[in-house]
């Protein structure tokens, strides 16, 4: 993989111990975000500058957002929240963000103040899934409660206060259990949308009509979902230990086929609680409760690559950060003793020892450069009121002489 070419960066959370980073190609562990006890759910990517997870206090069990940097590995910015909150989103442009509470609350907030700009009663049980459609207009959030509801975030986040709740476009009892994932893709889901649940079914829906369009069952709960880039066929997280991949089929309006495969190798041995799609749909990545994220081959379910898990915590999301370049284009800077954010691939990139370093002597270099500035100009000021001076005694003695010469031809002339 060349430097100029864009890189994907697998991130997993977990409510005991620090977000981790890993290369995508190779594996590799690049760095950890520290100081995060992020609950399911409650990781998320903010454009392509930030990182944002939920953070629940484990001695006052309060709740607030945590948001970093790719520059840092220590949180920029902690935003408060009334209640805990687990899952959260943010708009593609990364101007908004969204996180569901406890409460059954889905809280809007702008990403550049972090005040809570509206707060919208959505659900009766706690947020349990949030996600935006792929044309960035419709918030849609899934509950304990097993309902659906679909908001539209030009209202979300433009309605005054007072009317927040007459801005629901639909809701429905989708599920008989917690609805734990929701996802889309550019061909279906500017229309439809698949959620999965704790009721051991996914299901089909039509957003613009809130409508229920197909239900496929499993032998267990699924706790994630995600379908590969052609659409074609979609793979569902079994709270076995098992990937289930299924096809995508329409016709005349109408979903078809009900065939499912099951990927059980014996690779995670506790509840897969997220996948996601890395290497332009090559490959399918995995994250369990047991601490294991293994990199699959998405047509043959072969297990290719294993990401080590050193410090044997359980993980409670996964994400996949795409587009990334390397450093030396944008100024990454993740120090964690490895050979850097993008492994060992000859890019150079600096830890965050070494970019504070490079900080501190910019800003040392920026004001010696203004003080050099002032001096000059102090200098050019200086030498312009010198030189006025210089003029003025020019012409000063210049015409003293003239009188004086004057004056000695008149007394010649008296004398002779």
């Known amino acids: 993989m060349s430097s100029s070419s864009p890189h994907e960066v697998i991130l997993t959370s977990s409510p005991d111990g620090p977000i981790i ?47 970093y940097n790719w520059w840092s590995s220590t949180a920029f910015h902690k935003l408060p929240i009334p209640e805990p909150v687990a899952p959260l989103t943010a ?72 009317c927040i709740n007459h801005l629901i476009l639909h809701k429905f009892d989708a599920h008989s259990g917690s609805v734990t994932a929701i996802t889309s893709g550019t061909g279906i889901c500017n229309s439809q949308v ?25 032998p267990c709960s699924i706790l ?29 309006g ?25 290497n332009n749909g090559r490959n399918l990545v995995s994250a369990s409760e047991d601490g294991n994220v293994w990199v699959w081959e998405s047509g043959s379910g072969q297990v290719v690559l294993g990401l080590g898990n050193e410090l044997g915590m359980g993980i409670s999301d996964l994400v996949v950060a795409s587009g990334i370049r390397s450093g030396n284009e944008i100024g990454f800077g993740m120090g964690t003793g490895n050979d850097g954010l993008f492994g060992n691939e000859g890019i150079s990139c600096l830890d965050v020892k070494e970019t504070m370093e490079m900080e501190d002597v910019l800003v040392v270099a920026e004001k010696d450069r203004s003080r050099a500035i002032d001096l000059l100009e102090s200098a050019i000021a200086m030498y312009e009121r010198l030189l006025e001076l210089i003029l003025k005694e020019v012409k000063g003695a210049s015409g003293g002489g003239s009188c004086n010469r004057e004056v000695t031809n008149e007394n010649e002339n008296s004398t002779m």
């Open 254 to 278: 109408r979903f078809l086929g009900n065939e499912l495969v099951e990927w059980a190798q014996n690779q995670h041995n506790g509840a897969i609680v997220a996948v996601a799609m890395v």
């Open 194 to 218: 698949i959620s999965c649940s704790m009721d051991s079914t996914c299901k089909f829906w039509s957003l613009l009509r809130g409508t229920h369009l197909r239900t496929v069952v499993f």
């Open 91 to 162: 708009t593609p442009d990364g101007s908004y963000l969204f996180a569901g509470g406890l409460s059954g609350t889905v809280y809007a907030l702008p990403v550049a103040s972090g005040d809570i700009l509206n707060s919208l009663p959505a659900h009766t049980k706690p947020v349990s899934c949030l996600k935006i459609s792929e044309d960035g207009s419709l918030l849609i959030s899934g509950s304990d409660d097993g309902s659906i509801v679909v908001t539209p975030i030009f209202q979300l986040v433009g309605s005054p206060k007072e």
């Open 21 to 67: 980073a890993y290369d995508a190609s190779s594996g590799t562990v690049v760095t950890r975000f520290a100081a995060s006890r992020s609950p399911r759910r409650g990781l998320a990517l903010v454009g392509k500058t930030s990182i944002v997870a939920s953070h629940i206090c484990p001695i006052t069990a309060s709740g607030s957002i945590h948001l």
């Open 224 to 252: 994630g979902i995600t379908l590969n880039p052609s659409e074609s066929d979609f793979y569902a997280a079994g709270s076995d230990g098992s990937i289930y991949k299924g096809p995508i089929r329409i016709g005349k």
